[in-house]
């Protein structure tokens, strides 16, 4: 197997999320001027457009009165005065902020109702004096309302705003609009008005409009001229954002802002919070495909280390049978006669078999390790007595492939809690290893002493050594170090990792101090007192 799987995914990671995804990302980056203006025209909009239903449903409210009163003035007979003045008075007792209304005939005939009109009216001269007003009103604002009349006979009504009262301290609008048609008095254009109480109308009907559309993101207010005269929040400092006139009383101001910033502001905030989150997903994402690469070529590699793993497997399992059999055999024909050469036979049989059990121990250790059934039984034993059996054993191997072979044990060391088929097992890979990778110079050193807590057993080749990038990886299962001369050497990559395994239950370490072509040195070192309640 190659790399290319590992380049292929790469590619297309980058080509189907990664470039897409960082193509807007920057897109986004540089663009977001134009964003933020984006954000602030929506925001704007959506200021404007509250603002414009606080005036339409003024209106709509305006166009309910005009209709109350136009019913009444079209069911007016002359002789019912006193019935439309009584659906006047009704009308402005009704309403909370209407503090009157009149209707006004062809013949200049007024009927009216007031709202304390007793105290304000109580004499004739008072009342002549109201009339007059209304007429004189209605005479100087001559042009203004044939305009009104003339859209009214196409179906617009609306009306013409009079500050009635200036001086009186809640100010008093006079809507005046016209009712086209009376079929009683055949009247063609009578005139209709309706007095405001501004600070009533604003409390009662802009102020309930404001409340019913303010989620608390907004501050209303409504001005009128330089003197803001009413407003949902008094803390609120600055400048408000749109600005607009109440259509029905036209000298008011509407007004809007966002709560404790300005459009500007919460757009650069938004945008910049849609910037910071994007990084955050990138950065996310990044790492996402790292380790999704990271899983896959090592995956990827593990595989590969698996295929290798049974052509060498294979191989070592054929070499030493052949040889068995082939020793076996010219044993078995009695061709072999001198006895000094028979015992080289037998030895070599008994060392190849030996080779082979340790291959298949590993490769079934391996097994079960992988699949959590492996046992260990631990007892008190002698790791001197362990080493010098498998050194004893190893003896006609060392000999036979003419490696010089240094013994350091220190035989007082006491006993320790051990696994002792798992630690020969350990110490044979060690040998194995050390007997393997030794080319030029066939020299072994094993040593087992006592240091700090530990019983310390190295086992010290000048073999061809292990590049120090590698010093970590050659612990993992399947790992084969890269150089040549190891891939001609025969091997399972499964002996470290076994070893390492092997001192792990020991509560023990294993340490490689190796440098390519000089040597290596592996030590086991266990614990002289096991933790309780581990094993
Ligand atoms: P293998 O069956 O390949 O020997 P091991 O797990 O025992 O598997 O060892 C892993 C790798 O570590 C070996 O392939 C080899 O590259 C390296 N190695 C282990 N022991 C030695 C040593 N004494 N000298 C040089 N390289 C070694």
Aim: charged fraction near 25%; include cysteine.
């Amino acid at each position: 197997m190659n790399k290319s799987p590992i380049k292929k995914i790469i590619i297309i990671v980058v080509i189907a999320l990664l470039v897409p995804i960082l193509m807007y990302s920057i897109l986004q980056f540089i663009e977001s001027d134009k964003n933020e203006k984006f954000v602030e025209t929506i925001y704007d909009r959506q200021l404007s457009s509250i603002l414009f239903s606080v005036n339409q449903h003024c209106w709509d409210i305006f166009t309910s009165w005009e209709s109350e009163i136009t019913t009444l003035a079209e069911s007016f007979t002359r002789h019912s005065y006193s019935r439309l003045k009584s659906g006047l008075y009704n009308f402005h007792q009704s309403q909370t902020s209407v503090t009157g209304a009149f209707v006004r005939f062809n013949n200049q005939i007024i009927i009216y109702s007031l709202e304390n009109e007793i105290e304000e009216l109580n004499s004739e001269s008072r009342r002549q004096e109201f009339l007059t007003k209304i007429n004189s009103l209605i005479r100087d604002n001559d042009s203004a309302l044939e305009r009104i009349i003339s859209q009214a006979q196409k179906g617009y009504v609306r009306p013409i705003a009079f500050l009635w009262d200036a001086n009186s301290m809640n100010k008093i609008t006079l809507l005046i609009f016209p009712i086209i048609e009376n079929s009683y008095t055949g009247d063609s254009t009578i005139l209709a008005g309706i007095f405001v109480n501004n600070l009533d109308y604003i409390q009662e009907i802009v102020a309930r409009k404001f409340g019913s559309m303010n989620d608390g993101n907004f501050v209303f207010a409504v001005r009128q001229k330089d003197e803001i005269i009413f407003t949902t929040d008094e803390a609120e400092e600055g400048e408000y954002e749109k600005k607009e006139a109440l259509w029905i009383l036209p000298d008011l101001d509407i007004q809007i802002k966002l709560k404790g910033t300005t459009l500007a502001e919460l757009s650069k905030t938004r945008v910049r919070n849609n910037l910071i989150l994007l990084s955050i997903v990138n950065v996310v994402f990044l790492c996402g495909v790292g380790y999704l690469i990271y899983n896959v070529s090592t995956e990827i590699s593990l595989a590969k280390m698996k295929t290798n793993f049974v052509a060498n497997v294979s191989h070592e399992l054929r070499t030493p049978l052949a040889l068995i059999r082939m020793f076996a055999e010219t044993l078995e024909m009695g061709r072999v006669n001198s006895e000094e050469k028979k015992q080289h036979y037998y030895k070599t049989i008994m060392s190849e078999s030996a080779r082979l059990s340790q291959l298949i121990n590993n490769i079934l250790d391996f097994s079960k390790i992988e699949s959590h059934k492996k046992e260990y039984h631990f007892e008190t034993a002698s790791l001197v007595a362990i080493l010098t059996q498998t050194l004893d054993i190893y003896h006609f191997r060392f000999v036979q492939t003419g490696f010089e072979v240094d013994v350091d044990i220190d035989d007082k060391l006491p006993d320790t809690q051990l696994d002792s088929e798992a630690v020969t097992q350990a110490i044979v890979n060690l040998l194995d290893n050390a007997v393997k990778y030794s080319v030029d110079e066939k020299y072994i050193k094993v040593s087992l002493n006592r240091n700090n807590g530990y019983l310390e057993l190295a086992v010290e080749d000048k073999g061809i050594g292990i590049h120090e990038s590698e010093h970590e990886k050659i612990f993992e299962k399947f790992y084969r170090a890269g150089s040549s001369l190891v891939h001609n050497t025969k091997g399972s990559g499964l002996g470290l990792s076994l070893v390492k395994h092997i001192m792990d239950v020991h509560q023990g370490k294993i340490t490689v101090k190796s440098k390519l072509n000089k040597g290596s040195t592996f030590t086991l070192m266990f614990p002289l007192q096991l933790k309780n309640g581990e094993h």
